[in-house]
């Protein structure tokens, strides 16, 4: 009998969605083992098979606690418990709710997101964020920084790594022989032979050669080709021109993905939502979604 996949789930920001959509799919019911991590009032009553608590989300007197600092600190050391139990074994994957990442600084945790933060905790493994749906793969070349550094940051080399990490992830965890890979263009009209930027020429074009990628291909028309079937992934330049695509093409439903982990990671593609949190009116669409993107992944990736 094939074993049950192990999942460790952190609940996020407390004063966020995160608790609430985490709940609405254990009720419903989940084919894993569960391990729960985060504010103890929190992962008291869930549906599961173990639970870690890293805080208290109300004071003695029962009230709830408001501070940003105590809730990056809830949330920062679930990251941090949820990345031994994988790193040790005693997980196969981590699913993570979402987090603020301004609480997570003032708590004293200076990463600019997961994908960056596991990535340190596994040792400082090359690792891409990728956005995931049933329509559309993107990955990520810069992740959160802000856009005048980004012609800084988009080297061939930095490319070239990306694209090596997304190849294997798609071999490994998504069953792809040979993946077809597109690099996004950075400048409008892929630079329009330089009339509109030199960087298609000077940098992506040599670093889609060495990967064996097509492109550098518009953005305006690469993840339509992709969604029509024509490749497996896409590479893109910067943070919101990938973002945008693939919530446009699959908001409720996407997934976000670290790849290049020793372990299988996992996310919805949205933010904590606070305005809405504790109202009834937040979707766990995507919250069940990453779950069983990482049942998925881990199952794919075990020994036949």
């Given at each position: 009998?094939?074993?049950?996949?192990?999942?460790?789930?952190?609940?996020?920001?407390?004063?966020?969605?995160?608790?609430?959509?985490?709940?609405?799919?254990?009720?419903?019911?989940?084919?894993?083992?569960?391990?729960?991590?985060?504010?103890?009032?929190?992962?008291?009553?869930?549906?599961?098979?173990?639970?870690?608590?890293?805080?208290?989300?109300?004071?003695?007197?029962?009230?709830?606690?408001?501070?940003?600092?105590?809730?990056?600190?809830?949330?920062?050391?679930?990251?941090?418990?949820?990345?031994?139990?994988?790193?040790?074994?005693?997980?196969?994957?981590?699913?993570?709710?979402?987090?603020?990442?301004?609480?997570?600084?003032?708590?004293?945790?200076?990463?600019?997101?997961?994908?960056?933060?596991?990535?340190?905790?596994?040792?400082?493994?090359?690792?891409?964020?990728?956005?995931?749906?049933?329509?559309?793969?993107?990955?990520?070349?810069?992740?959160?920084?802000?856009?005048?550094?980004?012609?800084?940051?988009?080297?061939?080399?930095?490319?070239?790594?990306?694209?090596?990490?997304?190849?294997?992830?798609?071999?490994?965890?998504?069953?792809?022989?040979?993946?077809?890979?597109?690099?996004?263009?950075?400048?409008?009209?892929?630079?329009?032979?330089?009339?509109?930027?030199?960087?298609?020429?000077?940098?992506?074009?040599?670093?889609?050669?060495?990967?064996?990628?097509?492109?550098?291909?518009?953005?305006d028309t690469v993840f339509v080709?992709?969604?029509?079937?024509?490749f497996d992934a896409v590479l893109?330049?910067?943070?919101?021109?990938?973002?945008?695509?693939?919530?446009?093409?699959?908001?409720?439903?996407?997934?976000?993905?670290?790849?290049?982990?020793?372990?299988?990671?996992?996310?919805?593609?949205?933010?904590?939502?606070?305005?809405?949190?504790?109202?009834?009116?937040?979707?766990?669409?995507?919250?069940?979604?990453?779950?069983?993107?990482?049942?998925?992944?881990?199952?794919?990736?075990?020994?036949?």
């Amino acid at each position: 009998m094939t074993p049950r996949v192990r999942l460790a789930i952190t609940l996020g920001d407390p004063r966020g969605i995160g608790p609430e959509i985490t709940a609405a799919v254990l009720a419903a019911g989940i084919d894993a083992e569960i391990t729960a991590i985060g504010a103890k009032e929190q992962i008291a009553d869930l549906r599961v098979d173990h639970r870690i608590g890293t805080g208290s989300w109300r004071t003695a007197d029962g009230l709830v606690r408001a501070s940003a600092v105590e809730a990056g600190l809830i949330a920062g050391r679930a990251i941090e418990q949820a990345a031994r139990l994988a790193l040790s074994g005693e997980v196969d994957a981590i699913v993570t709710a979402p987090v603020e990442k301004h609480a997570l600084h003032l708590a004293g945790f200076p990463f600019p997101g997961h994908t960056e933060w596991l990535a340190h905790l596994a040792g400082g493994c090359d690792v891409a964020m990728m956005l995931a749906s049933d329509r559309l793969r993107v990955v990520l070349i810069t992740t959160h920084v802000p856009f005048r550094d980004v012609p800084l940051l988009l080297t061939a080399d930095r490319i070239v790594r990306t694209g090596q990490v997304t190849r294997t992830a798609l071999q490994q965890w998504f069953g792809i022989a040979e993946p077809r890979l597109a690099l996004c263009a950075l400048n409008p009209h892929a630079g329009e032979q330089g009339l509109f930027g030199d960087e298609e020429a000077r940098v992506l074009a040599p670093a889609a050669e060495r990967l064996g990628a097509a492109g550098p291909l518009p953005a305006d028309t690469v993840f339509v080709r992709a969604m029509r079937g024509e490749f497996d992934a896409v590479l893109a330049p910067y943070h919101d021109v990938g973002m945008t695509a693939i919530k446009v093409a699959s908001f409720g439903s996407g997934v976000n993905v670290t790849l290049g982990l020793p372990f299988v990671r996992t996310s919805p593609d949205h933010g904590t939502a606070m305005d809405i949190a504790g109202t009834g009116r937040a979707d766990a669409s995507s919250m069940r979604a990453a779950m069983d993107l990482a049942i998925d992944l881990v199952q794919r990736s075990r020994p036949r």
